[in-house]
């Protein structure tokens, strides 16, 4: 809900132009990573076409327990699984997943360059990659206005609704320190190709894509779960 609020209902459109971007055709697996309460994983699942398949993945139980109440009364719990795992240690199996996405998580992921060797890992050769981000506007006059909406306004009605004082009071710096050259250049680097950081909503957004190359690396496997 606070997601939606904040968002002033634009966070819907950013989900679904990531899974778009995915060029679905009913019949893959998505994965899903640090997948909340599911909002993306729905949308891979419920968009026409669809994935046939999504398996969500986060570390917070909590979080994964609200998504699976929220997967039971949409009546998607046999099309969607939420597992509870690390994004720089998945649980799959590698060349497991059709496309793997990320919605405003990897932003908090402690080893991102493990994540990105993870999520190139469980991909299939030619499997997609779309990761929303949040950034800093690069206009001075939308920069403004969005700092001072992310210092003063967000963490107020953020803390009004949520109960929690400090929830998001951290995403002002957190935001500025993540840099989408460098992101882009840590996908590259990992073995991606195909590397776009395409900006949303004024560059408040980066919507990042990216392929496993049909001839990456070899990747040692996991014994995953999913």
């Known amino acids: 809900m606070l997601n939606h609020l904040l968002s002033a209902g634009i966070d819907r459109s950013w989900r679904k132009r990531a899974v778009r971007s995915l060029g679905l055709s009913g019949r893959e697996c998505v994965l899903d990573l640090c997948t909340g309460t599911g909002d993306l994983a729905i949308e891979a699942q419920t968009a026409r076409p669809g994935a046939a398949r999504v398996f969500g993945v986060d570390f917070s139980a909590a979080r ?50 493990a994540a990105c060797r993870e999520i190139l890992r469980v991909l299939k050769p030619g499997g997609r990659l779309a990761i929303l981000e949040f950034a800093m ?50 996908l590259q680097s990992c073995g991606f190709v ?7 909503t004024f560059g408040s957004v980066f919507l990042y894509t990216a392929k496993r190359g049909r001839s990456s690396p070899d990747q040692v496997p996991h014994s995953g779960t999913l």
């Open 137 to 186: 506007p690069t206009s001075p006059f939308f920069r403004h206005l969005y700092v001072s909406y992310f210092r003063h306004i967000l963490p107020r009605v953020g803390r009004w609704i949520s109960g929690h004082a400090t929830a998001y009071a951290y995403l002002p710096a957190s935001v500025d320190a993540f840099e989408p050259p460098a992101f882009m250049k840590l």
């Open 64 to 113: 994964l327990k609200l998504g699976l109440d929220k997967l039971r009364r949409q009546r998607l719990d046999s099309r969607v699984s939420l597992v509870r795992g690390d994004a720089s240690r998945i649980p799959a199996a590698g060349g497991s997943a059709d496309a793997v996405t990320m919605a405003f998580g990897i932003r908090n992921v402690e080893d991102r360059a």
């Open 194 to 200: 195909d590397v776009r950081a395409d900006p949303m």
